[in-house]
DNA sequence: CGCGAGCTTGAACATTATCAAGGCAAGTGG
DNA sequence: CCACTTGCCTTGATAATGTTCAAGCTCGCG
């Protein structure tokens, strides 16, 4: 591994287990050492991270870039199921269970990984009982999100959902402006579409009808400007 | 607390936390001392026995029994989420994270469960170890058929999805019969409806026409007899 | 600046929801 | 034991909604 020239990449790999919640109750030495037996990796957009059904054996974390991860549904298409993003990890089933990826992850942009080992996992899960709480924790999340995903997804109308998705962007890609919420996307249109489970040609409609009805604005492909988040939230929430 | 006339309701006392895998790692001693810390309870069909966003506060263990757990969406239809039986716990994520019941669970016939407090449980999760890995495996199975759940709601076909559906019964209430798997349906029309997130008139024409084709036969309302599994794989599985 | 991927839009088509009417079955009371 | 009643299920017709196929456009990249 190549030394580096500035601090950037140094205080990255410092920062691997610091980014992760579920390690918040270590100390400051834990940290450090814990954070010294990551391995790094890094991808390019589109590439492929772990594959759906492949032995994966690690617990890897987002440093940089986002990431989605997917199922192919048995008529092809597939079903987008979380987009990963700095901080967000994967992998621990494959660790704690033994089976294979549930899901297939691929880089949406450049991404840096720090991923790691059973072994080492393990043993800072039998030395910090604590953390085995935390882990439990933070997959009670997960689910509770994934429970919120089944029901919106059984919601019959579309407006309600696609308003959902941006709401839930507009929280963790928006960044406020004095003329609205900017959403810097981090899904294609036809991500999106994969995501919600419908045509990419549909989004597209929805989002016009949006912008035509003053709700949002498209800033070119990867953005929306959003104006009256009001409105999308009662779209979302009230309106069937 | 009526004292037994026969060993039936001490049997089922004793079971509790031997029908829990999460607890299979406990001697003998520790299962009949933590089971004895278990509070009893009954419901009749239809009663709710936990109410979506209400303190919960208990590990409960469905003793005998069945119950489904459902979100309210926000255009008024319930969207089921799990159906639990013998042997299936929940409220595990009130105890640990202390939030509130993110679903309400109705019973959908006489049920018996077992209930333990938030100390108990605490105490066994630190003086064991094993259990609290044990307890993050179980979790991330239960991710996993969420997972699916969702892949599966963002399959296009209705057909296919409601061979899954009939499938995942087959597996969990089916019985083999020399004419093929009956199916002891622990849903109505309606249920199965808003498992899947479609109309209840849908769910009843696929299985006419199912029944039709000859890879189906319904059995009074609440029991079906699967003919031609295989055919029924095919289409989940295979065609969109 | 030009090319290509990804996006938008239109029109026809397929599917499902909705509304409405009738049927079957289980449980109730005479 | 039978008629009645109630709840659930089925079936039909119609309308709404999304998909698909096809064409043209735009953005963003080299």
Redesign the interface.
Known sequence: MASCTCCSQDCLDKLCAHKIPVFSSLDSEQMNHFSSLARHYQYRKGETMVLEGADLNALVVLNEGSAKAY?L?????E?I?YVFSQGDFFG??NL??G?TS??TVEALEPVRTCTFGREEFYDL??SN?DI??K???E??????R????????????LD?RIGGLLLDFAEKYGDETPEGVLIRLPLSREGMA?F??IARETVSRKLSQLETDGVLRTVGNKAILLLKGEELRTM?????
Chains 1, 2 share one sequence.
């Open positions: 199922k549904t048995p008529d092809g298409r079903q199921l621990e089933r704690l269970g089976r549930a899901y899960l039998r009982p085995a709480i882990v439990i924790e997959l009670e999340k997960r689910m509770e994934m429970e919120n995903a089944v029901q919106s997804m059984g919601v019959r109308s309600s994969n919600l489970g979302a929430g009230k309106i069937g």
